[in-house]
């Protein structure tokens, strides 16, 4: 059985049978949303769980840095970070990438070089998205050549809201291609979405231009990842698979900063997509100060006693 | 009708409930039910060292001078609640009015002395070095950080605030363990802090049992100092011992014993002791000439 019912072929033969699948897709219950996002955070997860929740939310970590301030020095101490977050306790599991903008990927896979951490490069001349589709696939080709092995594109969202779903979705289809082997995330900018309903059309809408991960955020703007915006993202990959047969990732950034919220996060992915999603291939953080949070409750669980800034780096 | 109090905890400037949602009855020294306090846990000790410590870049940083306007801001408002703060005092501790007045009174005048010390003690312990060399070199007292401090248990006032005072003076910013059985007037003093331009976060007030809740505050790596004056005679060292895995400043009662006697005399003005446990001495090297 499939939740919407239609072949792929047939959503996306042309914009028309595009915008009548997205505006045909059940509309979100904002109250229901916010209430079942908030019974999942009730959730009470100790001990040996917890211990479990802070390793896969480390690994699961796109160490992040996207400032106009960033240098290469930067970059490389970030590298180290991700090899070995816990120089003091090497059975810390590594992030599963770095995040930097295009002309810093070189740096970062340099120094990655020989670990298993990706480098992931934002591109499409993020944040904003505003340039035209030659320039921004041209970002995508350099950050590619580059060595990055994820790109993280963002989504034309003024053409979205003005319902040019069809440009939308080929600016996602040829960034795809130009990506060649590199996965490919999508920001869709929920922020400037406004509605859960706009979030939920963004969602389909990438997956089925073939965004491997569809990502809340560039974290540049207020609201970024919400507990509700996650729900309505996990609930597309979870209902793409099944009618799609397709497995694809959500990526969360910005505004995550606590282990309690990152293990929240944990709680609604297993309730929501399922426990498949539980693993870096398919489940993301883009943070960069989350990850000190999670080594001092790490710290905190294996001393016993509560941890402070003054032992891990700083950024 | 009189309107019953409910007495909270003072954290990061709100007054929220204990996490653990516990409370525990307080009497008089008679015996009578004074009121339900609220009974810190050690996740109440957790987010009191994070307000602690998100208010310490804004109150170190601020001029000795300004800190000194605030803890004499404090004391008007304890001056302004005096009856208040007698009547508390006079149940707390079994005294007559007159006697629990005269600690109020006694109160107001330690935070003045100590307000007044702010911008006067770094020209006590600090100054310029004489050194053999063509450098200008001098020595400054800065604060230690966030200091965990356990009240004394008999001295529910004057005791409280001869803890708090020189900590606070000195830049730090500080969770305080209020006395278990006498915990009535540190919440009242809470309200007093927080209508007094003191930042919130720079004092943060937990009634609840000091043997509960020191072991936390004396591991926790994220305190720079504990007062174990609060602390029964029986639990020092091993708090002392805790503190120092993660070296921090601590301060033991007069005499530093751990058998030590009972409670000094808080009618006594205080030396620098306390406000020397909680800096650290900067020493600057400046080239000179040349």
Request: contains cysteine.
């Amino acid at each position: 059985m499939t939740v919407t019912g239609t072949q792929q072929s047939e959503i996306t033969r042309d914009e028309s049978s595009l915008r009548r699948f997205l505006h045909g897709l059940p509309g979100v219950d904002q109250v229901g949303a916010q209430d079942r996002a908030a019974a999942l955070a009730t959730r009470s997860i100790k001990t040996t769980a917890k211990a479990w929740a802070i390793d896969a939310a480390i690994s699961m970590v796109d160490l992040t840095t996207l400032e106009g301030s960033d240098t290469h020095g930067k970059v490389r101490s970030l590298a180290a970070k991700a090899r070995r977050p816990d120089p003091s306790d090497l059975s810390t599991p590594t992030v599963a990438a770095v995040c930097v903008y295009p002309d810093l990927v070189a740096t970062a896979v340099e120094a990655l070089r020989g670990s298993k951490v990706g480098v992931a490069s934002v591109a499409t001349a993020f944040p904003s998205g505003r340039a035209s589709l030659a320039t921004k696939l041209h970002d995508v080709r350099e950050a590619v050549a580059a060595g990055a092995t994820e790109i993280d594109m963002v989504i034309d969202r003024g053409a979205f809201l003005s319902g040019r779903y069809g440009q939308v979705f080929d600016e996602i289809v040829a960034t795809k291609a130009a990506c060649g082997t590199a996965h490919l995330k999508v920001i869709l900018e929920t922020g400037e979405l406004v509605t859960l309903d706009n979030a939920r059309r963004a969602s389909w809408l990438a997956l089925l231009a073939g965004g491997d991960f569809i990502k809340t955020s560039t974290g540049k703007v207020t609201p970024a990842a919400t507990p509700p915006v996650a729900l309505v993202m996990l609930q597309a990959v979870r209902d793409f698979a099944a009618d799609h047969g397709a497995v694809r990732g959500v990526k969360l950034a910005g505004g995550i900063r606590s282990t309690k919220d990152a293990v929240r996060y944990l709680v609604m992915v297993n309730e929501v997509a399922g426990e498949q999603w539980l693993t870096p291939d398919l489940f993301r953080f883009g943070a960069s100060t989350l990850l000190n949070d999670l080594l001092q409750q790490r710290h905190k669980l294996a001393t016993g006693a509560y941890d402070g800034p003054d032992y891990v780096s700083m950024d | 009708m009189t309107v019953r109090k409910t007495y909270k905890l003072y954290i990061g400037g709100a007054f929220p409930r204990s996490e653990s949602g516990r409370v525990y009855p307080v009497t008089s020294s008679s015996g009578d039910l004074l009121a339900q306090a609220a009974q810190a846990s050690r996740k109440d000790v957790r987010d009191a060292v994070v307000a602690a410590r998100g208010a310490f870049a804004g109150w170190s940083g601020a001029t000795a001078y300004n800190r000194g306007q605030v803890i004499y801001r404090i004391a008007e408002m304890l001056e302004g609640r005096r009856d208040q703060f007698a009547a508390e005092v006079a149940a707390a501790e079994g005294l007559g009015t007159a006697a629990a007045e005269g600690i109020v009174d006694a109160s107001v005048d330690r935070l003045v002395w100590y307000a007044g010390w702010t911008d006067k003690y770094a020209q006590i312990t600090g100054g310029a070095n004489p050194v053999s060399g063509p450098y200008i070199n001098y020595s400054v007292p800065e604060p230690s950080g966030v200091i965990g401090v356990l009240a004394p248990q008999q001295s529910s006032l004057l005791g409280l605030i001869s803890v708090v005072a020189p900590v606070i003076a000195m830049g730090n910013t500080c969770v305080v363990v209020s006395s278990f059985a006498r915990p009535l007037p540190a919440i009242s003093l809470a309200e007093a802090l927080g209508t007094s331009d003191l930042p919130g976060g720079v004092v943060n007030v937990l009634s609840g049992s000091a043997a509960e809740l020191a072991p936390w505050l004396a591991a926790h790596r994220d305190v720079n100092g504990i007062d174990i004056t609060g602390a029964a005679p029986e639990g020092r060292a091993n708090l002392l011992r805790s503190a120092s895995d993660t070296v921090k400043r601590t301060y033991s009662p007069a005499g530093g014993r751990a058998d030590g006697p009972g409670e000094e005399d808080w009618a006594t003005e205080p030396a620098l002791r306390r406000m020397a446990a909680f800096v650290e001495t900067k020493t600057v090297w400046h080239p000179l000439g040349i």
